[in-house]
């Protein structure tokens, strides 16, 4: 009870704890924001920042709950996102150590290598959260427009 008049008088509620109600949306939510932040990076070519991003977004996820089919959707693009992210630092930088002059197919292979799996990957998440949202605001529609048909009928 004393704790609950410290919170309302400082304005704040805390952070849903394991267990309540709230604590896996919160983390998806995380997840899906620094899974936004690698699907941009891996399109424009910058691999070990969104190694990074996608580093946070597996350990955002990896507290939630494993049998939560939600939980288990956005855990896998983190996954997935962060191998494709090692794989593409990695093809980078063995790129980098290929003489260009003597070995010039060798070293457009590697570039070629990451930037595809980069595209693909960075497309296919874009897409995926691109859905996350189209089904956000469809939901949000439809709770309008049952609000106004309500409304309407009165």
């Not at 494993?66 to 794989?87: C, G, R």
């Not at 980098?96 to 070293?107: I, Q, S």
């Amino acid at each position: 009870m004393a704790e609950q008049k410290q919170l309302s008088s400082k304005g704040s509620s805390p952070a849903p704890a394991a267990g309540q109600p709230g604590f896996n949306q919160t983390k998806r939510r995380w997840a899906r924001g620094f899974l936004w932040a690698t699907a941009v990076l891996l399109v424009i070519d910058r691999p070990l920042p969104s190694l990074l991003t996608s580093a946070c977004a597996v350990y955002t996820m990896h507290g939630g709950t494993w049998l939560s089919h939600k939980n288990a959707k956005w855990m896998t693009a983190s996954i997935i996102s962060f191998v494709i992210s090692l794989y593409a630092v990695t093809m980078r930088t063995e790129s980098y150590f290929v003489d260009e002059e003597r070995a010039y197919e060798l070293k457009a292979t590697l570039d070629m290598k990451h930037r595809v799996a980069e595209l693909l990957w960075g497309g296919v998440l874009l897409l995926l959260l691109c859905l996350t949202v189209k089904e956000r605001i469809d939901g949000a529609v439809e709770g309008t427009r049952d609000v106004v048909g309500r409304i309407s009928q009165n």
